[in-house]
T-cell receptor, first 113, second 116 residues
Framework: QQQVKQSPQSLIVQKGGISIINCAYE??????FPWYQQFPGKGPALLIA?????SEKKEGRFTISFNKSAKQFSLHIMDSQPGDSATYFC????????????FGQGTELSVKP | GAVVSQHPSRVICKSGTSVKIECRSL??????MFWYRQFPKQSLMLMATSNEGSKATYEQGVEKDKFLINHASLTLSTLTVTSAHPEDSSFYIC????????????FGSGTRLTVV
């Protein structure tokens, strides 16, 4: 019940295209859903996060879509750039987890010029 | 914004020795910090919750006697890998949040431990 399932494992997108990464969770007690970007040898950096009271959140080129009934959320990267090439992790947590985050398996994104 | 610093960024140690990794919250106080471990091409796995002034809470399967955690102040938590072995080689990452906010944890830059 604590799992967060992420897909795809890897993704290749052309420059200017849209990158879409999906996550699904089981525990309805989660109330915080962040996305992290990680470059090799670095710690994860928070990209964008959403709470379950909204269905969508947009920050620049990054958008989270959240479907509470389906227990799914996704990250959309618009106008993908080569500099976006990194590993992306979704996570779930929040108040009932005491701040702990359960991470998805990660998606390695490669944006081709 | 909240900044979490880790030191060292890389460490190589001999098998059987101990290594200490520091995690500092630079511009805020953190009553709780989390330690994660990440193997190559894998996700982050929570190892333990570090609580200022009290014992750490370890996740199932994590040996508390091998991974000693000390959270002696509101800005510093340390992870000591005792009697390290090659299988302990990994990327160790800490996270913290200002005021124990459950919704805004910042991660450190990580420590690459290699045991030879």
């Amino acid at each position: 019940q604590q799992q967060v399932k992420q897909s795809p494992q890897s993704l290749i997108v052309q420059k200017g295209g849209i990158s879409i990464i999906n996550c699904a969770y089981e525990n309805t007690a989660f109330d915080y859903f962040p996305w992290y970007q990680q470059f090799p040898g670095k710690g994860p950096a928070l990209l964008i996060a959403i709470r379950p009271d909204v269905s969508e959140k947009k920050e620049g080129r990054f958008t989270i879509s959240f479907n509470k009934s389906a227990k799914q959320f996704s990250l959309h990267i618009m106008d993908s750039q080569p500099g976006d090439s990194a590993t992306y992790f979704c996570a779930a947590g929040g108040y009932n987890q005491g701040g702990k985050l359960i991470f998805g398996q990660g998606t390695e994104l490669s944006v081709k010029p | 914004g909240a900044v979490v610093s880790q030191h060292p960024s890389r460490v190589i140690c001999k098998s059987g020795t101990s290594v200490k990794i520091e995690c500092r919250s630079l511009d805020f106080q953190a009553t709780t910090m989390f330690w994660y471990r990440q193997f190559p091409k894998q996700s982050l796995m929570l190892m333990a919750t570090s609580n200022e002034g009290s014992k750490a809470t370890y996740e199932q399967g994590v040996e508390k006697d091998k991974f000693l955690i000390n959270h002696a102040s509101l800005t510093l938590s340390t992870l000591t890998v005792t009697s390290a072995h090659p299988e302990d080689s990994s990327f160790y990452i800490c996270s913290a949040s200002p005021g124990g906010n459950f919704y805004g944890y910042t991660f450190g830059s990580g420590t690459r431990l290699t045991v030879v």
